[in-house]
């Protein structure tokens, strides 16, 4: 299955020959989140980010997306929590041998009957990377903004992120780093010792079981200054890569056990979280302040939110007096015109009276000219 994965799905061509699958799925997901934008209601960002990636790897693997009922009643996301749930129980026959043949807490039973359900697991990983890190961007402001700022710089406002541009952000990169950093997905790497080795003094015993606590490698106050805190900039020089070279990041395991979809996974991750966070605003609901949102875990074989991350989609956050944002509104779309605002606060491009607007009707407007500034 690992030689499939890597010959079939993982090489440079086939990739390349997906990705304009990959982005007609996210354009879809980002008009939708564009509608809900209309009615300024909080959205169930996770849910929208496990259809994402269940469509993406329905369509990678089968050729075909289908709805949440045609795999089951409770819906791709419930399927998905109960298996990584599952497969994250601790097994008592992975502690005693002897157990080996007896199915005493029934999971070989529940997993064989999951067995199709096992697929979805695979695409748990990069939608749960995606939700934590945005949920990091909202928790600090502050990289969100920096994030939208290269973002402007290097895309621009005018057309929606390419995976050509990927390797061009920078600190997009930093900021996917620190969030795998900081929420290690697989929290245990679980391994099996192929033949008897002495470890710093520890006699390790051929098939021993051994499980890799990569949850506390990537939070080490030894290795990590303030581990806690997501701080992309501690990547600034350095030459830490999440590829498995150094063993202080192991969001992929590393040698020839890592994950035969990084490239993949990595490429998905970065673009999605471009993607959103280029194309719409957010809020989080109820007054919340930013480091009041929820970062509870779910422990299973992934480390998922305990619960959804409900956010409230916007098309931008103007930092000037609404007495402008009307002249705006209401004097372009009185002329027919589209526009994009841009040069002040985050950028928006919308046509007249939410219509989108056309090619040959679109000016743009800088704000800063608009403004009046004193003297």
Same mark, same amino acid.
């Given at each position: 299955?690992?030689?499939?994965?890597?010959?079939?799905?993982?090489?440079?061509?086939?990739?390349?020959?997906?990705?304009?699958?990959?982005?007609?799925?996210?354009?879809?997901?980002?008009?939708?989140?564009?509608?809900?934008?209309?009615?300024?209601?909080?959205?169930?960002?996770?849910?929208?980010?496990?259809?994402?990636?269940?469509?993406?790897?329905?369509?990678?693997?089968?050729?075909?997306?289908?709805?949440?009922?045609?795999?089951?009643?409770?819906?791709?996301?419930?399927?998905?929590?109960?298996?990584?749930?599952?497969?994250?129980?601790?097994?008592?026959?992975?502690?005693?041998?002897?157990l080996g043949v007896i199915d005493l807490q029934g999971f070989t039973r529940k997993l064989k009957d999951l067995s199709?359900?096992?697929?979805?697991?695979?695409?748990?990983?990069?939608?749960?990377? @995606? %939700?934590?890190?945005?949920? =990091?961007? !909202?928790? #600090?402001?502050?990289?969100?903004? +920096?994030?939208?700022?290269? &973002?402007?710089?290097?895309?621009?406002?005018?057309?929606? @992120? %390419?995976?050509?541009?990927? =390797?061009? !952000?920078? #600190?997009?990169?930093?900021?996917? +780093?620190?969030?795998?950093? &900081?929420?290690?997905?697989?929290?245990?790497?679980?391994?099996?010792?192929?033949?008897?080795?002495?470890?710093?003094?520890?006699?390790?015993?051929?098939?021993?079981?051994?499980?890799?606590?990569?949850?506390?490698?990537?939070?080490?106050?030894?290795?990590?200054?303030?581990?806690?805190?997501?701080?992309?900039?501690?990547?600034?020089?350095?030459?830490?890569?999440?590829?498995?070279?150094?063993?202080?990041?192991?969001?992929?395991?590393?040698?020839?056990?890592?994950?035969?979809?990084?490239?993949?996974?990595?490429?998905?991750?970065?673009?999605?979280?471009?993607?959103?966070?280029?194309?719409?605003?957010?809020?989080?609901?109820?007054?919340?302040?930013?480091?009041?949102?929820?970062?509870?875990?779910?422990?299973?074989?992934?480390?998922?939110?305990?619960?959804?991350?409900?956010?409230?989609?916007?098309?931008?956050?103007?930092?000037?007096?609404?007495?402008?944002?009307?002249?705006?509104?209401?004097?372009?779309?009185?002329?027919?015109?589209?526009?994009?605002?841009?040069?002040?606060?985050?950028?928006?491009?919308?046509?007249?009276?939410?219509?989108?607007?056309?090619?040959?009707?679109?000016?743009?407007?800088?704000?800063?000219?608009?403004?009046?500034?004193?003297?």
């Amino acid at each position: 299955m690992r030689r499939l994965c890597t010959v079939h799905l993982s090489n440079s061509h086939k990739m390349n020959s997906f990705r304009s699958m990959r982005k007609k799925e996210v354009e879809l997901l980002i008009e939708s989140l564009k509608e809900q934008a209309h009615d300024h209601v909080a959205v169930d960002l996770s849910a929208k980010i496990m259809s994402l990636n269940a469509n993406l790897t329905c369509l990678m693997v089968f050729g075909n997306k289908y709805m949440d009922e045609d795999l089951d009643k409770r819906g791709f996301k419930a399927v998905v929590q109960y298996v990584v749930r599952l497969a994250g129980t601790p097994n008592l026959r992975e502690f005693f041998p002897f157990l080996g043949v007896i199915d005493l807490q029934g999971f070989t039973r529940k997993l064989k009957d999951l067995s199709k359900d096992m697929l979805i697991a695979a695409m748990d990983t990069s939608a749960t990377s @995606v %939700e934590w890190i945005l949920t =990091e961007l !909202l928790r #600090y402001p502050q990289a969100m903004k +920096k994030l939208q700022r290269e &973002l402007e710089e290097v895309v621009g406002m005018d057309r929606m @992120v %390419e995976e050509s541009d990927l =390797e061009n !952000l920078k #600190y997009l990169g930093m900021v996917v +780093k620190e969030g795998l950093r &900081l929420h290690s997905i697989v929290p245990l790497m679980h391994h099996e010792a192929m033949e008897d080795c002495v470890v710093n003094g520890f006699h390790i015993q051929k098939g021993s079981r051994i499980m890799i606590n990569c949850y506390a490698i990537q939070r080490d106050p030894n290795v990590w200054p303030e581990p806690e805190k997501f701080l992309p900039e501690r990547f600034v020089g350095s030459s830490i890569d999440i590829r498995g070279r150094h063993f202080q990041l192991l969001p992929f395991s590393s040698g020839r056990r890592s994950c035969p979809e990084m490239q993949l996974g990595i490429t998905i991750v970065r673009l999605v979280v471009a993607q959103l966070v280029h194309c719409l605003d957010w809020e989080i609901p109820n007054g919340m302040q930013p480091l009041d949102l929820d970062v509870d875990e779910q422990f299973g074989i992934v480390l998922c939110k305990e619960k959804p991350l409900m956010v409230i989609p916007t098309f931008c956050s103007f930092d000037i007096c609404d007495c402008c944002v009307l002249y705006l509104l209401f004097g372009y779309a009185f002329l027919g015109l589209s526009f994009s605002c841009y040069g002040h606060s985050r950028s928006f491009e919308h046509g007249p009276l939410g219509s989108g607007g056309s090619p040959g009707n679109h000016v743009d407007v800088k704000l800063e000219d608009l403004l009046f500034r004193p003297g």
